[in-house]
């Protein structure tokens, strides 16, 4: 499904947050806090000063590293019907498995995540029609009941247990990098196949303002060398972390993200790339970033005409709130960012599922926020003007005052025009209330239950399950001793 219908910024604008792009990184600079990517940077041309680990970037190494960076690439999935090409303005939805918390559906409170709940949480989101890529648990710094050195490893190897989809690896420092690289290479038969058929990509995070941190500088060049993709994704706070003003913190993003693009093609020229935003405002009565505002949905809006710009590929955030609970304020702030994002065209959109400024996740968030996608999708498609759904020949059948019910039109046209909700309430209240007055959480908390009860991806093959596991004793023997 595509996007690009909406539009926030004109080509005039575009242009100035590019030039001040460019000032930034050229006069200001970047902080590089490891040593090999200064190394790139001072190599290429940059203006390095090592002992500040500052990096001064001229224009020209920018403009080379985008036409260096690919425009489209392919992500394979352990099932090939679930393979997705990143492309134009394609829409893909990615939701939040990782989560320090998660909102247990029994108590109504938060506790800390499981490796039972990371498997829960991947298999319901690999059942789901509207999620095609896959957060996991590879990504957790912290799962309860599991060493924080192996946690990766752990969370890895359950979500790919649960999911036929394609699932993230974590890019959080060198050894991790590798540890899930090496984990990837064994599902897909070898690095040289692993190559050829990326099977899994990463998020590293720039430090706003202006700073690219040791451990995820390292995951973007191992990734990178090892042609996976990387969404290089920027968390700017209006009002905090970069200016108040959008325009400025579009501008501090962009230099964010554009020389991190440069770090991964200079480490590998060619490598797979996003241009991603996690940003959004802080609201300054709290001290709070918040991921639910409308704000968040026009910088990313902004965020794919300037990745367009580029011609790379951008990973967006959208289903983000500060609710606590699966209330009102949870549906409006999640549909809104949602829906913007994709109109916008971004290619991956993250954060369904969660609640509480992405600090906890809900299964239930998860079933309710895939239906969220479905509406959006429904958007996306438009409306199909032609003969065939003008449908004036079944008007003048129906005639005046008459009915479209038993029409063969009607029947061969619903699915394509009208999106069918699987837990949204339609019914008149009499119905509603002999059913029990459910509310939808309610209703979402029975269908997950069913989902997890039915949904049964694959099993790993035997040898790569054993292969796998081997690794996962590995990592535990270097980290724990």
Avoid at 283 to 302: F, H, P, Q
Wanted: charged residues 25%; hydrophobic residues 40%.
């Amino acid at each position: 499904m595509r996007g690009g219908q909406l539009k926030i910024l004109s080509s005039e604008q575009i242009y100035d947050i590019h030039m001040a792009t460019l000032d930034i990184l050229q006069h200001t600079g970047v902080l590089v806090h490891e040593p090999t990517a200064l190394r790139l940077l001072k190599d290429a041309g940059a203006e390095v000063d090592e002992k500040k680990e500052l990096a001064c970037i001229p224009p020209h190494l920018i403009e080379e590293a985008m036409r260096k960076a690919p425009r489209r690439f392919t992500l394979y999935a352990r099932e090939p019907k679930y393979n997705v090409k990143i492309e134009d303005r394609k829409v893909y939805f990615e939701p939040m498995i990782g989560r320090k918390n998660i909102l247990d559906a029994e108590t109504g409170v938060t506790r800390s995540t499981t490796l039972q709940d990371v498997a829960s949480l991947v298999r319901l989101a690999d059942a789901m029609e509207n999620y095609m890529i896959l957060h996991s648990g590879a990504m957790m710094p912290h799962i309860e009941g599991v060493p924080d050195e192996v946690a990766h490893v752990h969370g890895y190897l359950v979500s790919l247990r649960n999911a036929e989809k394609i699932v993230k690896g974590t890019g959080r420092g060198r050894r991790k990098a590798q540890d899930c690289i090496k984990m990837a290479a064994v599902l897909a038969g070898g690095e040289d196949e692993l190559r050829k058929k990326p099977n899994m990509f990463t998020t590293c995070n720039p430090i706003s303002p202006l700073q690219h941190g040791r451990d995820q500088t390292e995951g973007i060049i191992e990734y990178a060398r090892h042609m996976l993709p990387v969404d290089i994704t920027a968390e700017v706070q209006a009002g905090a972390t970069s200016p108040v003003t959008l325009a400025g913190s579009l501008a501090v993003q962009n230099a964010e993200v554009l020389s991190g693009v440069l770090i991964a093609q200079l480490a590998s020229p060619g490598a797979p790339v996003f241009y991603g935003t996690c940003g959004s405002i802080m609201d300054l009565r709290t001290g709070m970033i918040a991921l639910g505002a409308v704000e968040a949905g026009l910088i990313n809006a902004a965020s794919v005409q300037m990745a367009q710009y580029y011609g790379i590929p951008c990973r967006g955030t959208g289903g983000a709130t500060e609710a606590k609970t699966l209330d009102i304020q949870a549906g409006y702030e999640k549909a809104i960012t949602l829906l913007m994002a994709a109109l916008a065209g971004a290619n991956c959109i993250f954060y369904p599922g969660v609640l509480e400024f992405a600090l906890t996740i809900s299964l239930e968030s998860l079933y309710i926020d895939n239906e969220i996608c479905g509406m959006v999708y429904r958007a996306l498609r438009g409306i199909q003007v032609d003969d065939s759904t003008l449908a004036t020949e079944v008007v003048e059948k129906a005639g005046a005052g008459g009915h479209f019910l038993g029409q063969k039109h009607t029947l061969e046209h619903l699915k394509a025009e009208q999106y069918i909700p699987i837990i949204s309430d339609r019914e008149s209240r009499e119905m509603w209330e002999s059913k029990g007055k459910r509310d939808l959480r309610d209703v979402a908390k029975e269908r997950v239950k069913e989902v997890l009860k039915e949904h049964q991806p694959k099993p790993l093959d035997s040898t790569v399950e054993d292969e796998l596991t081997r690794i996962v004793k590995e990592v535990e023997k270097r980290e724990l001793g």
